[in-house]
């Protein structure tokens, strides 16, 4: 008798409604793939808790920002973490998964990132620009997202929100990773069409940019995007290190990289129950 397939409950806000960007589509696809070598169910982050104990892992998807149902997600990691649920990403991210604190600590460790601050006595170590991003802490697809100019930052309320200098950059690209494995890129030529993208050759020079931001999150198994911005002088800062549910844009790559992802995902699914 064949041995049982593995059971995964596959977390997604289908109804989410992403600007540039369907989710459901997404889904729907890679869960068609994955099919083929899981057990698998859909179902909403607000039913995660109630649905995960009758599957062998969770993987967490297009699951939307957590600003919006916080409490739950709260309850759900702590769940997890009690009864020791296997959650795929695992909930040990120090990047989106944990808050924008890393951009703050990536700055302080002198890492290729734009600069952050979030301390009106550390005003001055951010360069003169225009304009400036302040962003929440807890932010998420440009949610609380405004430009201020320089005069204002000093009346801000810190303590819950980010400052960083607006970039005036050439363009912004992706690169999508599982595990530490890199798997495609993609960029947007338009920096005022964010989600307007293209498949991208990543160079060797980009490639060791961004496996620094693999490497420093240390998660030995999960998707994981490096988003970045080319300067006018050429040189690639950190925008945001994804990896709670980065969107992965499968539509916008041809079918043999696509089915790539999905079997890079699939292994990295089965080594991540067998670990």
């Not at 020079?205 to 080319?230: E, K, S």
């Amino acid at each position: 008798m064949p041995a049982p397939r593995p059971r995964l409950l596959y977390v997604t806000d289908l109804a989410y409604p992403a600007r540039g960007r369907r989710y459901c589509d997404e889904d729907i696809a890679l869960t068609a793939r994955l099919r083929q070598d899981f057990d698998l169910a859909l179902c909403h982050p607000l039913d995660a808790t109630t649905l995960m104990d009758g599957f062998d892992a969770v993987v967490v998807r297009n699951s939307g920002p957590v600003l919006g149902y916080q409490q739950a997600y709260d309850a759900f990691r702590a769940a997890a973490t009690a009864r020791g649920t296997r959650v795929y990403n695992p909930l040990t991210g120090r990047a989106d998964m944990a808050g924008k604190q890393y951009l703050l600590d990536l700055t302080a460790a002198g890492y290729p990132v734009i600069p952050t601050i979030d301390d009106p006595g550390a005003l001055d170590r951010l360069p003169e620009t225009a304009s400036y991003a302040v962003k929440p802490k807890a932010g998420a697809d440009s949610i609380g997202l405004e430009f201020l100019p320089r005069e204002r930052l000093a009346g801000l309320s810190y303590g819950d929100v980010l400052v960083q200098p607006r970039i005036d950059f050439v363009h912004e690209v992706s690169f999508y990773y599982v595990d530490d494995a890199f798997q495609y890129a993609l960029y947007a030529p338009d920096p005022a069409r964010r989600w307007d993208l293209q498949p991208y050759e990543a160079t060797g020079a980009d490639l060791a940019f961004a496996r620094r931001f693999i490497d420093w999150n240390t998660l030995d198994h999960g998707i994981q995007r490096v988003d970045a911005c080319r300067t006018r002088d050429g040189e690639l800062l950190l925008v945001e290190l994804e990896d709670l549910n980065p969107y992965l844009s499968l539509d916008l790559v041809d079918d043999a990289t696509r089915e790539a992802f999905a079997r890079a995902m699939a292994d990295s699914l089965r080594a991540f129950l067998a670990a």
